[in-house]
């Protein structure tokens, strides 16, 4: 039995996720998350939504409680960027 190509990418993509949220040097966290998207773009996949929530599309800096803001007013949450201040907005459910 063969092995979906596709579930063995995701699998790959996750783990470079997860190995860039335990990195404590910011410049290779920062090489991982790119080197992750990267990957995702050149594979054709979509990245899940819990790990596109993680990091910021912009600088591509992995999410923690020092480098970003939420804001929850009126039934939108918008996460702002600390480094490079810019500002995801979305709905919240």
Known sequence: MRKNPKSEKLRILGELFVEASKEKDLKK???LV?????????ENLL?????????????????????Q??????????????????VYRRKFK
């Open 29 to 31: 966290q920062l090489k």
């Open 47 to 67: 990245i899940p939504k819990e790990w596109k929530d993680k990091f910021c599309r912009r600088c591509n800096s992995f999410f923690n409680a020092k480098n």
């Open 69 to 86: 803001k939420i804001r929850i007013p009126k039934g939108k949450i918008s996460i702002e960027c600390l480094n490079c201040h810019h």
């Open 34 to 42: 790119k080197k992750a998207r990267d990957f995702a773009k050149h």
